[in-house]
Structure formats: C-alpha cells, structure tokens
C-alpha cells in the first residue's frame, strides 16, 4: 500500500491472461468458459472452428467481453476438409519438412474463414490446438497468411507464446513437460512474431500432466499465482463436466471447479494480480 496526500492508494495490480482453450469442442466446454467468463476469471477463449458446438455457440463467446482466438487445429479430427494427423506424426513431419505448405496455408485461410464468417470479426489473438502453431512449417505459413490478411489493418491478432515463465514449486514431471513444448518451436515463433510486429504474452503456464483432480490442480495454480508476471499466460481447460471420449477426462471439471471457487479470487488478491481486460491485451 502506498499513500497519496493522507489518502491511502492501493498497490497497482498486475495483470495477466487467463485463457481458456477448446471453445466450441462440445457444448460442456462452453458453459465452463462462458461461466467463468461473466465471473471476471477469463481473460479470453481460444476456439475449435470445427468443434460441434462452435457454429451454434460463438456469438456468446463474442458478447461475453473477453478476448475471443484462433486455436489453429492439425491434429484433432474434427473435419474432413482439413489436412489432420496425429500429433507425434505432425512433429516428425514438421522438424524433417515433409509437410507441404500449400495445403498447411489453405487450411489456416479456411479456418480464419469460418472464425470470421461465424464470429463477425477478426481473432483478437492465435494459438494452436497442442501448440502447433509453434511448429516448423506451420509457423510461417501462419504468418504468410496474417501476414497477407491483416497487413492493412490497424490492429493484428497477437500470437500465444509457449516460453515458460519461472515455475517455482512446480513438481519436476511438469516442469519438465513445460520445457518440452517450448522447445518444439516456442523461442523461434516468439523471435519470428515479434520481428514481424506481432504482439506476443511475457511467458506461459498452466502445463501439467492433466491427473489428480482438483486437490492437484489447486495446488499447481497457487504455485502458478504466486510467481507468474505481468503479462503472462495462463492456459486453462474448463469444462462443466467431461467430454466424451476426451483424453483429459474429469480434469476439465476439475480445473472449472478450482477457476470457478472464490478461493481464487482471495489467491489472485493476495499475489497482487488481476485477470487482464481486452485493453491489457498483448496486441
């Protein structure tokens, strides 16, 4: 606390982005995101264009007030259209540049097509569906087309970093995990935003093995809390109830029930921290 004249002034909060991935997935993922998001727990969504839920449930995403985003989806199949493959295939096909980019390209348009064309306006911000976007390949051609789309525009969309921030107090299997996705592609698609005048996030949280409810998840976010910095992101995976046949399970409950509880509002208040607002954005 500081003080101003005889008033007491309060400390300026530090603002950092909550985000939740898979809008549109199923229509139980959409209640948890819109949920949290008219409790002031979201800072934006990142939306599966292709999901069974997103055609019907997008527009209440749009007038929730977060940021609404791209999740660039190659390994999910969720359209016969697109060119899918499983993630481990994906990498290899990546790091050894066998994956064509003409096709690559098509597939972002056509994606940032059907977001626009459901949503009635640009991404405010892309990320990829088990962070492909960060990957060889798939990472220039995503900046060739915004690159080509929104080079007139005044504002672009900001692109998510997978660069973690410090982890203090994190067990070792996810700190692990965490390093593992920054390096398939996290240092050089942040080097390549950011030459291109793209906005990025001031590190990245939320990485765990998806197991042991919301006892564990709990536990992990208070450590997230506690050290994360102004700007950062922390991914999160609502849901009101698990989806079918989705590999996550329970976990999604568990971590709407923990983003959800009014602990975390006492834990973001005793860390000095506030959920950011479109205006705080990294664009």
Known sequence: MVTEGNAPVPAQ????????????MHPVVDQAVLALAAKGRLSG???????VSFQESG?????????????????????????????????????LRRLDRKPVMQSISRQLDRYEYIMG????????????????VIREALLEVLNGRYSGHDTRPWIRSTVAARQAGIPPVARMKSQLIALLGAHTMRRLAMDAGYGVNNGFLGVYGFQGGAATYARLLQNWLA??????VIMCHPAV?????DPLG??????FSTWNSERVG????????????PEQSPA
């Open 241 to 245: 109830d698990a989806v079918p046949g």
């Open 59 to 95: 527009r209440a995403l749009q007038a929730s007030g977060v940021q609404c985003g791209l999740h660039l989806n190659f390994t999910e199949r969720l359209h016969a259209e697109e060119p899918i493959m499983p993630l481990p295939a994906l990498i290899r096909a990546c790091w």
């Open 45 to 51: 969504a990142s939306c599966l264009v292709h999901g």
């Open 121 to 136: 306006q640009r991404p405010h911000y892309i990320d990829g569906h088990q962070h492909v976007h960060q990957f060889p």
């Open 227 to 232: 050290t994360v910095p102004a700007g950062a």
């Open 250 to 255: 329970g976990q999604r409950y568990a971590e």
């Open 13 to 24: 909060k530090r603002p950092i982005l909550v985000c939740a991935d898979d809008y549109g």
């Open 266 to 277: 006492e834990w973001l208040s005793e860390s000095g921290l506030t959920v950011a607002t």
